[in-house]
Structure formats: structure tokens, C-alpha cells
């Protein structure tokens, strides 16, 4: 695959980037794609957004909502959001947790994940994955607590048991690698070992150094890479954990392996700390700016919308608070699990009416709005 330079997205040839990955302007797709490395155009969509608006997502959005599930239940093309607002999100939202398995760890079967993944690409919209994954050495789940010999620094950068690491990367590979229309890739975010600044997870702070950690995420880029996964975007994601640029960049693994620099942040929400929220995305904002990467809200939410018309006096509020939050390209959500568990409000929800003026704001872009940016172009 032949790649411009960096140069070319601040010419006019930028407008060629912004109309492809998703079905909009035929004659723009076959162009650029014969000629743009995937990630390339991915990462150019993402920017074109940036201070004109906010990719809106969730994460499985068209797996399950709150009463239907579409593999159980033979559905194609459906969202709770789209329900409620008459349109997808802009970004769909994945997890390979269980790789091994033939279901993730969310029982959303693999085959699944993969033609939802391409028909959301399809209709215009943007994939991102995040990886639960078992603690390679005890196939424990991602939230099992791992002892000196069984934590990161066994596997990685060279441990005894790197294989067993690389036999879950190899089936992550085989996966991105399959993500083809037409024998060609599809672009994805790809956002391993998240909320590392956390302690929940067997990768998070008080079980797995920072070194450790950078060497983690390295060698699973890397790794994948020499695998032949040449369609992801890689984004870095701590929880909120920080109050400086220093404390933000202290699982950093490099600006040369991250193009997307975000935060997870839902307890800041839950304990009505908006004014935190605004300065810590105001720092991921800052830092991406200084070097050149994308900054997004990479998850938040309120579980059960239990904060009263959470999108608009609460979501929409930080993410529009200044200039420099509003130059994040994209906010997502977590997932319509079940009635104790969803973040978006379903049909029927009382905050359903607070949902569509969220959606309806000049601020915020999901699939019909990006995909009518697109087109404007
Ligand atoms: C958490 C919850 C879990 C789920 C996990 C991975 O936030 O939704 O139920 O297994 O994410 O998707």
C-alpha cells in the first residue's frame, strides 16, 4: 500500500481523505483508497472533525440494546441510539476480551463482531476495539489480580512466557487482518490496555510498573504490525487518574507507536466533578496538540443515567466547556447492557427527549451528521 506524506493533509488534496471509508462519494473512495494507507484516511477523518464537531458513540451499540439482541434474535442494523434519534452513532465501539473463545467475553460472538465492524464501516462510521483480555499466563479474567509470578514482567519485554502472549496476539492479528471489503482493510482505532492508571485491571498501577506497562503496550503494536496489521490506529486511554500533563504521560508508551491520546472518565461524572473533567481533557487536548495526535474522550457515561438528563447538563457540557475541549474528535459511551446496566437512554426511557437534544446540538455528530460533513466536503 503506497502512503502520502504527512504534508499532503494540510493541502487541498485533504478534502480527497475526508469523503472515503464509508460508502459517501464512490469516485473519492476508489482514489484515495488505491493510493492512502487505510489508517492514513482514518486518522485525517478524525482530524477533519476537530473543532467543527463530536463524533458521538457506544460501545457494541449494534450487538444488543436494552430488550433485543441481534445475534440471539436475527437483527441486522439496529441501535438504540438510531431508535431513539433515527441515527447510528458515528463510532462503533468493539472488544476482543477472550480472544481464544469463539464469543468475547461479553457472549457477542466473534463473526459477529467482525460483520458488524465492516457493515458500520459501510454506512460511514468509524471502529474503534478495546481488549479485556485474560491474563495471558493465568487465563484469568482482566480484572483477576496477578502475584509477582504471574504479573506482566513474566511475559514482557522478553519473559518466559512471552509465547503464551503472542499466541493471543497472533489470534488478535488474524482478526484485524480479516476486517477486508474487497480483499482491502478497514481502518480501526485500536485501544489496548486501557485505564491503566487504575488498579482494577491485571495491566493497571499497583500491578504492573510503568516500564512494564510502556514495554506491554509496545510489544503488542509491534507484535501485531509484524503480523502484518496494518489498519489500526492506536490509541492511549488512562482513567482520571491525573491532574498534570506529567501525571497523564506516566504509562505513556511513546509518540511514536500513539496517534490517539484520550481519557476514560465516568467517577468524576458520578462524584459532580465537571470542573476536573474540563481540565483534564483540557491537558489531553493540549499535549495532543504539542504533538501532533488526536485527542477524544475514549469512554464515559453514567451507569443507568442515575445523574438526571446526564447528556445535556452533564456529557455535552464538559465536552463544549471551551475552545480546547471542543477540539476533541470523539466521545463514546459504554454499553446498553440490561436495565442495571445501559448508558444510553432506550425507547420509552425518560431521558430519551435529553438524548435527542444531545444528539440534535451543532456540537455533536452521529452517522448522519458525519456522513452529510463528509459529503459537504
Ligand atoms: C465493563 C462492564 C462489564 C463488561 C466489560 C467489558 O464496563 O460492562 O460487564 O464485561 O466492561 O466490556
Known amino acids: 500500500m503506497k502512503k502520502l506524506t504527512l504534508s499532503l493533509f494540510t493541502t487541498g488534496l485533504s478534502f480527497l481523505l475526508i ?7 464512490k469516485s473519492t473512495d476508489k482514489m484515495s483508497s488505491d493510493t492512502i494507507a487505510p489508517t492514513e484516511v482514518l486518522k485525517a477523518q478524525l482530524r477533519s472533525v476537530q473543532g467543527k464537531g463530536i463524533l458521538f458513540g457506544q460501545h457494541d451499540a449494534l450487538s444488543y440494546g436494552i430488550g433485543w439482541n441481534a445475534a440471539r434474535d436475527g437483527i441486522f442494523d ?16 468493539w472488544d476482543l476480551g477472550h480472544i481464544d473463545d469463539t464469543m468475547n467475553l461479553d457472549s457477542v460472538p466473534f463473526d459477529s463482531i467482525r460483520a458488524y465492524i465492516i ?19 493465568t487465563n484469568e479474567n482482566a480484572w483477576s489480580k496477578p502475584d509477582s509470578t504471574t504479573n506482566v514482567h513474566n511475559f514482557i519485554p522478553r519473559g518466559s512466557k512471552v509465547e503464551l502472549f503472542n499466541q493471543k496476539l497472533d489470534k488478535v492479528a488474524a482478526f484485524l487482518n480479516s476486517l477486508q471489503i ?42 501485531l504490525r509484524s503480523k502484518g496489521v496494518d489498519n489500526m490506529v492506536t490509541a492511549y486511554s488512562p482513567d482520571r487518574n491525573f491532574f498534570t500533563e506529567e501525571e497523564y504521560l506516566q504509562w505513556y508508551p ?7 491520546v484520550g481519557m476514560d472518565n465516568y467517577s468524576d461524572f458520578t462524584e459532580h466533578k ?3 473533567i474540563v481540565k483534564k481533557l483540557e491537558i489531553v487536548v493540549e499535549y495532543a496538540k504539542k504533538h501532533n495526535k488526536i485527542p477524544a474522550m475514549t469512554e464515559c457515561g453514567s451507569e443507568r443515567l442515575a445523574i438526571d438528563n446526564w447528556y445535556t447538563t452533564n456529557l455535552l457540557k464538559v465536552i463544549t466547556a471551551t475552545e480546547k475541549t471542543r477540539q476533541i474528535a470523539y466521545a463514546q459511551v459504554w454499553r446498553n447492557h440490561r436495565m442495571e446496566h445501559f448508558y444510553v437512554p432506550f425507547k420509552g426511557h425518560t431521558q430519551e427527549q435529553d438524548f435527542v437534544t444531545f444528539a440534535n446540538d451543532s456540537h455533536i455528530m452521529l452517522l448522519d451528521k458525519f456522513n452529510q460533513f463528509k459529503a459537504e466536503k
Open 19 to 25: 469523503g472515503c471509508g464509508g460508502g459517501t462519494n
Open 78 to 93: 439496529r441501535s438504540d441510539i438510531k431508535t431513539v434519534t433515527g441515527s447510528h452513532p458515528a463510532l462503533f465501539s
Open 119 to 137: 457493515h458500520a464501516y459501510k454506512i460511514g462510521g468509524i471502529n474503534t476495539i478495546s481488549w479485556h483480555e485474560r491474563n495471558p499466563i
Open 182 to 223: 474487497d480483499g482491502k482493510k478497514i481502518p480501526v482505532i485500536f485501544r489496548p490496555w486501557h485505564e491503566m492508571d487504575g488498579s482494577w485491571f491485571w495491566w493497571g498501577n499497583d500491578n504492573c510498573s510503568h516500564d512494564d506497562y510502556k514495554a506491554l503496550y509496545r510489544h503488542t503494536i509491534n507484535y
Open 254 to 260: 511513546g509518540d511514536d507507536i500513539v496517534d490517539i
Open 274 to 276: 465537571l470542573d476536573d
